[in-house]
C-alpha cells in the first residue's frame, strides 16, 4: 500500500510545480513593468514650434445607450478644448436619446445600425472609415461616452502627435473610486494596470498598448492598420495587430482619462466577465501564433506576449499563493519572490500613480475580492466563448 505521506508530498510537488510554472510568464512580465514603472521617466521630445496648433485632430465618442451621461462627457470635453464640430459622437445600435442629446449639444453624430454585426469594433471602424473619407483629420482620439477628461487632455495628446508620436495612450483611471470598496479597489487595480505598467513599458522603449478609452492613432496608422478588431476586447486585438505590423503605442503620462464604474449589483460582474473573459479569448486565438513569431526571431512581439500570459492579479495571487505547498526549495523561493513583486507593484503604483493610503488600505478586503473572482471563472470562461456583442454596463444609481 502506498505511503499516504508520500502520495501527499507527490501530491504538492505537482500542485505547487504546476502553479509555478503557470504564473511564471506572468512573473517575468510583472517585474519587467515594475522595475520600469520605478525608474525615473524617459526625457520627452521636444515640438517643433507651431507644430501641434497646426494638427487638425477629432475626438470620437463610441456610445452605446449613453443618454445619462453623453452631455458631462462633452461637456468635458469642450472645457479640454475640443470644438463642438470635432466631436463626433457615434451613436451605436441606441434605442434611447444618445443622439439626439449629441445633436442638441452640438457635436456631429454619426448613427449606425446593424443587429448582426455588434461591438464597440464595430462602431469605432464604421466612424474612422467615414471621417477619412469625407474630413481632413490627422489624428483621432477615442473617448468613451461614460467619461470625464481633465482641460490639459488634448493638449497633452495634440503635444504628443506634434512630436512625431503614431498612436499614444493617456492613464485610464476611475472616475467615482469613493463609490464602495470596490471601486475602490478597481481604482488600485487600474492604477497598476492603466497607469503603472505603461510607465514602465514606455521606459523600456516598448508599445504600451491600447486601454480602450484616451487612446489615439494617426490617420496614416490607420490607413497602414485598418481597425478592424470586433472581439469583446478589441482594443487589446487592434493593438496586436499594430505591435505585429511595427508601430509603437506611446505613453502620455501627463493626463488621464476617468470612467464611470459600477459600484454594486449585476454591472460589476457583467463587466469583469466581458473584460477578463475577452482576455481568455485572446490568449486562446492569439498566444499558439506569438509563440511561434518569437521563436521565429520577431522578438518585438515577446512582451505583448508575456502581456497575454499575466493573468487577472487575482489569479495571478492565487497561482503564486499555491506555488507555496510544494516541498521544493527552489518552488518556494520562486513563490517568495512572485508574491514579494506582486507587493511591490501595487506599492509602485500607488507611489508613482497619485495613489494614497486609501489605496493601499482598500487591500484588507482583498482576500474577499479574490474569492469573489475564483467564483466569477465559470462566467468568464463562458464570456470568453462569446459573441462580441455590445452590452451596455450599468453603472451606479441606474435600475
Not at 234 to 239: G, N, S
Not at 288 to 316: F, I
Not at 344 to 372: I, N
Amino acid at each position: 500500500m502506498p505511503d499516504v505521506m508520500s502520495l501527499w508530498t507527490d501530491a504538492r510537488l505537482i500542485v505547487g510545480g504546476v502553479a509555478a510554472l503557470a504564473s511564471l510568464p506572468g512573473t517575468v512580465e510583472l517585474t519587467l513593468l515594475t522595475v520600469g514603472g520605478l525608474l525615473p521617466a524617459p526625457a520627452r521630445r521636444a515640438v517643433p514650434a507651431g507644430t501641434a496648433a497646426n494638427l487638425r485632430l477629432a475626438v470620437v465618442i463610441p456610445a452605446h445607450n449613453e443618454q445619462a451621461g453623453i452631455v458631462q462627457c462633452l461637456r468635458t470635453l469642450v472645457g479640454a478644448g475640443a470644438s463642438l464640430r470635432d466631436l463626433i459622437v457615434v451613436a451605436d445600435n441606441c434605442t434611447d436619446n444618445t443622439a439626439d442629446l449629441a445633436r442638441i449639444f452640438g457635436a456631429t453624430v454619426l448613427e449606425r445600425f446593424n443587429a448582426d454585426l455588434r461591438g464597440k469594433g464595430y462602431a469605432l471602424d464604421f466612424a474612422f472609415t467615414t471621417l477619412m473619407k469625407e474630413s481632413g483629420y490627422d489624428a483621432f482620439v477615442i473617448v468613451d461616452a461614460d467619461t470625464d477628461v481633465p482641460p490639459e487632455f488634448l493638449r497633452e495628446l495634440r503635444a504628443r502627435f506634434a512630436a512625431g508620436a503614431n498612436a499614444v495612450q493617456c492613464r485610464y483611471l476611475v472616475r467615482n473610486p469613493e463609490g464602495s470598496m470596490r471601486t475602490r479597489l478597481m481604482n488600485l487595480a487600474l492604477m497598476a494596470f492603466n497607469a503603472f505598467r505603461p510607465r514602465g513599458r514606455e521606459r523600456w522603449g516598448l508599445s504600451v498598448g491600447i486601454l480602450g478609452n484616451g487612446f489615439g492613432l494617426r490617420r496614416s496608422v490607420l490607413d497602414a492598420v485598418p481597425y478592424t478588431a470586433s472581439s469583446v476586447v478589441e482594443d487589446l486585438e487592434y493593438h496586436l495587430r499594430l505591435v505585429e505590423a511595427g508601430y509603437r503605442v506611446e505613453f502620455v503620462e501627463s493626463t488621464s482619462v476617468f470612467g464611470e464604474m459600477p459600484v454594486q449589483g449585476a454591472g460589476v460582474k457583467t463587466q469583469r466577465a466581458r473584460w477578463e473573459g475577452g482576455r481568455i479569448r485572446m490568449v486562446r486565438e492569439h498566444v499558439p501564433a506569438l509563440l511561434g513569431r518569437v521563436l521565429s526571431g520577431r522578438l518585438r512581439l515577446l512582451e505583448p506576449l508575456l502581456e497575454l500570459l499575466l493573468l487577472p492579479l487575482a489569479l495571478h495571487v492565487v497561482l503564486a499563493a499555491l506555488s507555496l505547498v510544494s516541498p521544493s526549495p527552489v518552488v518556494l523561493a520562486y513563490a517568495a519572490v512572485a508574491l514579494g513583486m506582486i507587493a511591490l507593484h501595487l506599492c509602485g503604483a500607488v507611489w508613482r500613480c497619485g495613489g494614497t493610503w486609501r489605496d493601499l488600505g482598500a487591500l484588507g478586503a482583498a482576500p474577499f475580492y479574490v474569492l469573489w473572482k475564483l467564483a466569477m471563472i465559470p462566467a468568464l470562461l463562458r464570456t470568453s466563448r462569446s459573441s462580441s456583442a455590445w452590452v451596455r454596463t450599468e453603472r451606479g444609481g441606474e435600475k
